[in-house]
C-alpha cells in the first residue's frame, strides 16, 4: 500500500466513525431516524447485562453498546 491509499482508509474509517457517533447520540436524544438500507426506525434497546443495542427491527443497523 501507498500513502495514499492508507490516507483514504484512515479518511474512511474516519468519516464512518463521526457517521456512528452522530447516529448514537440522536437516538440517545430520541430523534427518530431511519435505517439507511431499510428505511424502518432505528431504536435504542435496553441494556441487559451491561450491553443494550441500537438497531431497527430487520438487523441491517445494529450497534453494540457496551455500558460502563
Known sequence: MTKLDFSALNKNAADSYHQQRNL???????????????????????AQDGIAFIRCNKGCTNIELELG
Open 24 to 46: 448514537i447520540k440522536k437516538v440517545c436524544k430520541g430523534e427518530q431516524i431511519n435505517c439507511q438500507h431499510c428505511q424502518l426506525i432505528i431504536s435504542l434497546i435496553p
